[in-house]
């Protein structure tokens, strides 16, 4: 039996074949926010302080992106040894609003493109003794 694979950040996502991220969105004025608010609205129009969890879209577009080409320090856990990967800035098909997401460990990242179309998926991002911990990332639709 293999270990127990649980997300980075309970809360923030689904896992499985087609996991969502978690947002919220105002009750007053519709906007949403990821991750989750809870106390108080963050549009400077708005007063509302009531919030509803809501699955967020699965795909977007890149928006911008970039190629990290340095070991991020704790409380960061990359993989040993370290390789360099591609942050993406994805704007979501229906909220339009942009959440970053590393791309996905079999994307080509020579060939990605602003414009081009990316949809959520889970993969693992590190292990310990006790699990498999994963996490978002932006795969390119072909």
């Known amino acids: 039996m293999g270990k127990k694979i649980v ?9 499985g074949k087609n996991p969502q991220l978690l947002g919220s969105r105002c009750k007053s004025c519709r906007t949403y926010f990821f991750p989750k608010e809870s ?16 699955p967020l879209s699965r795909t977007g577009r ?8 340095y070991q991020p320090p704790a409380p960061y856990v990359s993989p040993e040894p370290f390789v360099p990967y591609t942050i993406a800035a994805v704007e979501l098909a229906e ?9 996905a460990s ?15 998926v889970v993969e693992k991002l590190f292990e310990d003794e006790a699990a498999e911990h994963h996490v978002w990332k932006w795969k390119p639709l072909d």
């Not at 963050?42 to 969890?53: A, I, K, V, Y």
Request: with cysteine; glycine share 8%; charged share 25%.
């Open 7 to 15: 997300p980075v950040l309970e809360g923030w996502f689904t896992m």
């Open 39 to 54: 106390f108080y609205c963050r549009n400077p129009n708005c007063s509302g302080s009531e919030f509803e969890e809501v």
């Open 62 to 69: 890149i928006w911008s992106y970039t190629k990290n080409c």
């Open 95 to 103: 909220e339009k609003m942009v959440i970053l997401g590393q791309l």
């Open 106 to 120: 079999d994307a080509d990242q020579d060939a990605i493109e602003v414009g081009q179309e990316v949809e959520l």
